[in-house]
């Protein structure tokens, strides 16, 4: 059985036009958010035996301050660029050239690739993974190979916004 979750970056700054897309960092948001969704995966005792990740600053960022929280090494985090751009072909081939020997791994990357491998993946219409959001998908499979169109269950799908607590008019 495989494990996969799929996270979304944290909400980035554009308060630099200037700065690349690739440049950009977390805003205030982003740097609350990212360890409040680590620490709810902690609690959990979800722990990823492998975290792959897109090498935008936000997204390393991310994933760094996830892996913080959970007890993940950050040196053997991976970074790679096809992530970045990457649409559900390119997150596909991240996933099946995943080692068998790991059950579970997390992927961080972009919208709206993420949001469309989550459906492919499991047949749910989700509409939007929010920044920082995390979808939880089970496989009965051996092999990271053998995954297929629908071949998932959704086992979660969290995000910020659900544990924030509004005032009226929001």
């Known amino acids: 059985m495989k494990q996969l979750l799929l996270i979304r970056h944290a909400k980035s700054s554009w308060a630099n036009p200037d700065l690349a897309d690739f440049d950009r960092p977390l805003n205030k948001r982003g740097k609350r958010d990212a360890p409040y969704m680590g620490k709810l995966l ?13 090498p935008a600053k936000r997204a390393k960022r991310t994933a760094k301050t996830i892996a913080a929280k959970i007890g993940y090494d950050e040196g053997s985090i991976i970074y790679r660029e096809d992530i970045y751009m990457s649409g559900l072909s390119g997150l596909l081939k991240a996933i099946a050239s995943t080692d068998n020997s790991i059950n579970s791994l997390a992927l961080v990357g972009h919208n709206y690739a993420i949001t469309e491998l989550a459906e492919w993946l499991t047949g749910k219409v989700i509409g939007n993974i929010p920044t920082c959001g995390i979808v939880s998908i089970e496989f009965r499979v051996p092999s990271w190979k053998k995954i297929i169109e629908h071949s998932g269950r959704l086992i ?15």
């Open 42 to 54: 902690a609690a959990q005792g979800i722990s990823p035996e492998l975290i792959i990740t897109s």
């Open 156 to 170: 979660f799908f969290d995000y910020p916004k659900l544990h924030t607590v509004r005032s009226k008019g929001e």
